[in-house]
């Protein structure tokens, strides 16, 4: 599903961002990635949802090498990952109704698909009601909702989120673990970027560490 | 898709609306420039046509010409569609009027039967206002050369060297012209491009979001594009609007001031076709404008930048 395989990225300044990584992530897995700021979380985020390449070395993900995608191919391939930030990329001016079809929208959906299927997620999302309020009228919490309800509404084979709770209480965090278990167990890869040492502690998934740009899985 | 353009148009209009009215303001400043480059190019052109009328051209013929041979000539020229007015002068008629002309003491030398006239009989011709302005110089030149070709012609004049030095100055005047055109469509352009770059960055994370969701090239910047040709538009119609306003005011200032006519007539209001220039710049100032920003912005890794 996801394999990086003696990969390097090397940023113009000449900073290593990974150095030497390899892992495999199967079909339906539950994995954390961990690591202290600036260890290589982000980039090698990046690299997995097609926002960069590497400089050497292989990444695939779900059978397509990233390396040799074409900047024509590449939104094809984001349509197929569903990425989760930790400011959670909403636009403050479309309703959640809006943010949440968008990925529908740019594939040329049906506007009564699109309907059906934002009404079935939010339901999945325990978001139903909000659905013409715009995101600076619901909690950080809800906006995480909504966001991952974005990352949902296409039927991604890999869900990637950044971070997904850190910019919120534990109560939230809780919600929206629950929810990515939730996703996991409906049959989506799931792979979450997180520095709370105690989460990892407490749930039996398996941890992909990252330090100064090295995998130690 | 034209829903998703229109939808675009009426957010970027609710939520930036400072921001649009700012860059229609700057086109429509810009697009005014060209128009009174236009009008200026106009009048310099009526003031150009109407130096260029009233050529004159002075055919000398030879002493001894038979008459066949000068109704000949006389009728080519006026047959021709090139001449208005052809008037044949005799070489006693012109004589007579030199002499007049030097003082009527002058006169007795005609009753001297030693003295020989050197006054040549000569046909003049006027050229007709019908003949372009850029093509006047090459008639008369060809005229002048067909004229001289024949055994009964002495001389062909036209002053010459005014007609050539007009011919330079037009050239040059109208290299001018276009270039000082060409030169502020340029600008004009960078402005209007920063204008809208300025507008869009402010959009970026629409951007950014369009990209994460796997928004194709086209789809993203569609949207923007089209917002740009209404930009271009509204600021086209706008000037066209401010321009006939600010000529009008002009004429009725001139016209009081003096009544000088050839100003007042080169002072022509917009033609058709620069209305039609004017329509078509204020469209692809914004549509390149527009293009020209948002794929900067729209890298295809905008989202992993932010």
């Not at chain 1, 003696?6 to 079909?27: D, M, W």
């Not at chain 2, 429509?28 to 009526?46: D, K, P, R």
């Not at chain 2, 009527?104 to 020989?116: F, G, M, N, T």
């Not at chain 2, 009964?152 to 050539?164: M, P, S």
Request: some cysteine; proline content about 3%.
């Amino acid at each position: 599903m996801i394999s990086f395989s003696h990969a390097y990225k090397v940023f113009p300044n000449g900073y290593q961002g990974l150095r030497n990584v390899s892992f495999e992530i199967e079909k339906g897995e539950f994995v954390f990635l961990s690591g202290p700021s600036g260890a290589g979380k982000t980039t090698l985020f990046r690299l997995i949802s097609g926002f960069d390449r590497p400089s050497s070395g292989e990444v695939n993900v779900l059978g397509t090498d990233v390396s040799s995608l074409t900047s024509s191919a590449i939104p094809y391939f984001r349509r197929r990952i569903g990425v989760i930030y930790q400011d959670f990329r909403l636009l403050r001016d479309r309703t959640v109704f809006e943010n949440v079809a968008m990925p529908l929208m740019v594939r040329g959906d049906r506007h009564l698909a699109i309907e059906r299927r934002v009404r079935e997620v939010l339901e999945q999302v325990g978001l139903s009601f909000r659905l013409s309020n715009f995101p600076d009228e619901i909690s950080g919490g809800e906006q995480q909702r909504v966001a991952i309800a974005r990352a949902l509404i296409h039927h991604p084979g890999v869900l990637v989120a950044d971070e997904p709770t850190g910019n919120l209480d534990q109560d939230m965090s809780n919600e929206i673990f629950k929810l990515l278990e939730m996703v996991n167990a409906q049959g989506t890869t799931v792979f979450v970027a997180t520095h709370d040492a105690d989460l990892i502690r407490r749930k039996p998934y398996r941890v992909v560490r990252i330090h100064e740009g090295e995998v130690s899985a | 898709m034209n829903q998703l353009m229109s939808q675009h148009l009426f957010r970027a209009w609710r939520k930036h609306w400072a921001l649009q009215v700012a860059s229609v303001t700057i086109m429509t400043m810009v697009l005014m420039m060209l128009n009174f480059l236009f009008l200026g190019y106009s009048a310099f052109n009526g003031t150009i046509e109407h130096w260029g009328r009233g050529l004159e051209m002075t055919v000398y013929l030879k002493d001894g010409a038979p008459d066949w041979a000068l109704e000949k000539l006389e009728k080519s020229m006026r047959t021709s569609r090139e001449f208005d007015e052809v008037h044949f002068t005799g070489k006693s008629e012109a004589t007579k009027k030199f002499l007049t002309a030097l003082g009527p003491e002058s006169l007795d030398l005609l009753a001297d039967p030693k003295w020989k006239s050197p006054i040549p009989a000569s046909l003049d011709a006027k050229l007709s206002d019908k003949v372009a302005t850029s093509s006047r110089v090459q008639v008369m030149e060809g005229w002048s050369a067909k004229l001289k070709a024949n055994e009964y012609v002495e001389d062909v004049f036209y002053g010459q060297g005014w007609v050539e030095n007009f011919a330079s100055f037009l050239g040059g005047a109208r290299g001018l012209v276009v270039l000082f055109w060409a030169l502020s469509l340029s600008v004009g352009l960078m402005i209007v491009s920063n204008c809208i770059r300025l507008s869009f960055l402010q959009r970026r994370d629409e951007i950014e979001v369009l990209e994460l969701v796997g928004a194709t090239s086209r789809f993203i910047r569609m949207p923007y594009i089209f917002e740009g040709v209404v930009l271009g538009l509204v600021a086209s119609l706008c000037s066209l609007a401010l321009s006939y306003g600010m000529h009008a005011l002009l004429l009725n200032w001139l016209a009081g001031k003096w009544s000088f006519w050839v100003a007042l007539q080169a002072l022509s209001p917009l033609e058709p076709w620069s209305v039609m220039v004017n329509l078509v710049s204020g469209v692809a100032f914004g549509a390149l404008g527009a293009w020209n920003c948002v794929r900067r912005i729209n890298t295809g890794w905008s989202a992993a930048a932010g």
